[in-house]
């Protein structure tokens, strides 16, 4: 079973930039999260999705980051334009969204340095 | 309220047996889960916990209190490749998941 597949791995922007990242979850998971990592902390959930829907956004900076998971497939976080304090690590998980616990799976990231 | 802690940083040595503490605040809860993540790497699933008691998976066992908001993990027989970090999360009241910061376990020969 193929996993969580997240690209690019790795990007520097300068601040004021733009920024897209991609995930693709296992195949046939219902749920999808994006989380932020910084350095030396827990992950801290943006979004999460059921098939193309959100479930919860509450944390997610929406005057600057977006997320969308068309056909309930693919997703993309955005962030237009960047900060400093967005460096970080950006993970994508998925899990089958059978039940209310899942386990998640986690893609490798993206790590995002701001310059 | 969301409140998890967990020690920053602990040393071992290979071979030997190691507990990483947890202990979390919260008023809903629906389980607690214990993740590895080698540095540069993605989280990988340990253990879900959701009743009290001691959970054995091999080398790695998991341990909850819910009244004492309390869990441990524990790992024997060191080897270097367990040195990462350690990752606690409670599931709350609408089943998202609350992480700690992680626990960095240092393994020594």
């Known amino acids: 079973e193929a996993g969580v597949a997240q690209s690019p791995r790795y990007k520097i922007i300068e601040k004021r930039q733009s920024v897209a990242f991609w995930c693709n979850p296992i195949?046939?998971?219902?749920?999808l999260y994006w989380y932020q990592q910084i350095l030396g902390q827990g992950p801290k959930l943006l979004i999460q999705?059921?098939?193309?829907?959100?479930?919860?956004d509450s944390q997610l900076p929406k005057d600057r980051f977006s997320a969308e998971r068309l056909k309930g497939v693919d997703s993309t976080l955005k962030i237009q334009p960047a900060k400093l304090e967005d460096s970080a690590v950006y993970l994508c998980?998925?899990?089958?969204?059978?039940?209310?616990?899942?386990?998640?799976?986690f893609g490798p990231g993206t790590r995002l340095t701001v310059t | 309220g969301q409140n998890i802690d967990q020690p920053t940083e602990m040393t071992a040595t290979e071979g030997a047996i190691v507990q990483i503490n947890c202990t979390y605040q919260?008023?809903?809860?629906?389980?607690l889960f214990w993740y590895q993540q080698h540095a540069g790497e993605a989280p990988t699933f340990l253990s879900y916990?959701?009743l009290d008691g001691l959970e054995e998976k091999g080398r790695f066992s998991s341990f909850l209190s819910r009244s004492k908001g309390y869990s441990y993990l524990l790992l024997k027989e060191l080897q270097m490749k367990d040195s990462a970090s350690y990752l606690c999360?409670?599931?709350?009241?609408?089943?998202?998941?609350?992480w700690g910061a992680g626990t960095k376990l240092i393994i020594k020969p």
């Open positions: 999360a409670y599931m709350d009241s609408n089943y998202q998941l609350i």
């Open positions: 998980a998925s899990s089958a969204g059978t039940g209310d616990v899942d386990e998640q799976y």
């Open positions: 919260t008023s809903g809860f629906n389980g």
């Open positions: 195949s046939g998971h219902a749920t």
């Open positions: 916990n959701v």
């Open positions: 999705f059921q098939n193309n829907g959100v479930v919860d």
